[in-house]
T-cell receptor, first 110, second 114 residues
């Protein structure tokens, strides 16, 4: 778990603004994921990437975008098209078929 | 795609009692079933997992059972302690091929009364 770094921990977004959440790993793993968690609910998959320069939509990709230009980095952009972005965002990686999470980023719309 | 249902949504037990949380999954190809514990404001932490070639796995006070035929799996916590209070999530995925991403249940809030 210590090899996954998410930033910022807390972020406030104004209406109509794009924001980018950072996810970095130093464990040299290929597969990385972004999940969204709403208060009192489970985790839903936004995007995932199995390898550099390749990523796939998850179950709730609308209003989000990602890139995977480097193996260690998988940033998530929450665009203005995402109408209800307030949530807890978790980045994860797959290590030996086990998924571990970063500490998460709290995004609030103001 | 995969769908995971989890019950109950809340569970309150007395300290020392056992707690059981149940999950069902829809995709018969799923072969990996982890359980996560999430404390308030924290990330989910893996507590135990089971793969489809095993029917039961135990780690101290925690055990997980899997019934592939019925497509359900359960978490059992014995001798519960107040520090077991948290939200528990089950999940399912197809490992070794494809996206290998987890599909989560909706969570069970466990409260252990001292």
């Amino acid at each position: 778990d210590g090899g996954i770094t998410q930033s910022p921990k807390y972020l406030f977004r104004k209406e109509g603004q794009n924001v980018t959440l950072s996810c970095e790993q130093n464990l040299n793993h290929d597969a990385m994921y972004w999940y969204r968690q709403d208060p009192g609910q489970g985790l839903r998959l936004i995007y995932y990437s199995q390898i550099v320069n390749d990523f796939q939509k998850g179950d709730i990709a609308e209003g989000y975008s990602v890139s995977r230009e480097k193996k260690e980095s998988f940033p998530l952009t929450v665009t203005s098209a995402q109408k209800n972005p307030t949530a807890f965002y978790l980045c994860a990686l797959n290590s030996g078929n086990t998924i571990y999470f970063g500490e998460g980023s709290w995004l609030t719309v103001v | 795609g995969e769908n995971v249902e989890q019950h109950p949504s809340t569970l309150s037990v007395q300290e020392g009692d056992s707690a059981v949380i149940k999950c069902t999954y829809s995709d018969s190809a799923s072969n990996y079933f982890p359980w996560y514990k999430q404390e308030l404001g924290k990330r989910p932490q893996l507590i135990i997992d089971i793969r489809s070639n095993v029917g039961e796995k135990k780690d101290q006070r925690i055990a997980v059972t899997l019934n592939k035929t019925a497509k359900h799996f359960s978490l059992h916590i014995t001798e519960t302690q107040p520090e077991d209070s948290a939200v528990y999530f089950c999940a399912a995925s197809i490992q070794d091929t494809g996206r290998r991403a987890l599909t989560f249940g909706s969570g069970t809030r466990l409260q252990v009364q001292p």
